[in-house]
């Protein structure tokens, strides 16, 4: 089976610069996802890695390590709106997406 | 980029009716269609895997006569929640795999709160 952890909570103050950590078990996956959701929305997609690395996308950037079964999403130069939970996922090779319980990050002025 | 309508984004309804949610992939063809259901400050429970012209795939534990979901086109996957129940209100959220994007990504709907009252 699948296992993934995220911390629950974060805060972070605008302007800087937050990383939400996810480490997971499992016997395979083909890669990972990071998905954004403000509250009573539906998830949005952030970023998928696929190969270990930093793949960077304007103030977003998300690494992999499929060694070390751990991935982390960077947020530079927070704003308000940033305010959100953040969902790490594994896509199987059942194609089926596999959720972390999210990270709920507060941003403050 | 992809986009998955989902409908309706609330509906309330009586103990013991049924409702139906709709879920459109609008610029591209899914042939496999994801529901889930969340619970306030909860992770995306998958409760079914829709698969256009066949049987959906349940998830243990998500009653397959309850939650009825029918996948007829290539761009519609439904989900009709029957004889519901106070239990049943939750928030309901579709997503379809966009089979030529990066791995196949997976877009959600808008979601539908469900209460029942």
């Known amino acids: 089976g699948q296992n993934i952890d995220q911390p629950t909570e974060m805060t972070a103050t605008e302007g800087a610069i937050v990383q939400i950590n996810c480490t997971y078990q499992?016997?395979?996956?083909?890669?990972l996802f990071w998905y954004q959701q403000h509250a009573g929305e539906a998830p949005t997609f952030l970023s998928y890695n696929v190969l270990d690395g930093l793949e960077e996308k304007g103030r977003f950037s998300s690494f992999l390590s499929r060694s070390k079964g751990y991935s982390y999403l960077l947020l530079k130069e927070l704003q308000m709106k940033d305010s959100a939970s953040y969902l790490c996922?594994?896509?199987?090779?059942?194609?089926?997406?596999?959720f972390g319980a999210g990270t709920r990050l507060f941003v403050k002025a | 980029g992809a986009v998955v309508s989902q409908h309706p984004s609330r509906v309330i309804c009586k103990s013991g009716t049924s409702v139906k949610i709709e879920c459109r992939s609008l610029d591209f063809q899914a042939t496999t269609m994801f529901w889930y259901r969340q619970f306030p400050k909860k992770s995306l429970m998958l409760m079914a895997t829709?698969?256009?012209?066949?049987?959906?795939?349940?998830e243990q534990g998500v009653e397959k006569d309850k939650f009825l979901i029918n996948h007829a086109s290539l761009t519609l996957s439904t989900l009709t929640v029957t004889s519901a129940h106070p239990e049943d209100s939750s928030f309901y959220i579709c997503?379809?795999?966009?089979?030529?994007?990066?791995?196949?990504?997976?877009?959600f709907g808008e979601g539908s709160w469900l209460t029942v009252v």
């Open positions: 996922a594994l896509y199987t090779g059942g194609f089926k997406t596999i």
């Open positions: 829709s698969n256009e012209g066949s049987k959906a795939t349940y």
């Open positions: 499992t016997s395979g996956f083909n890669g």
């Open positions: 997503s379809a795999r966009d089979e030529e994007g990066p791995g196949n990504t997976i877009y």
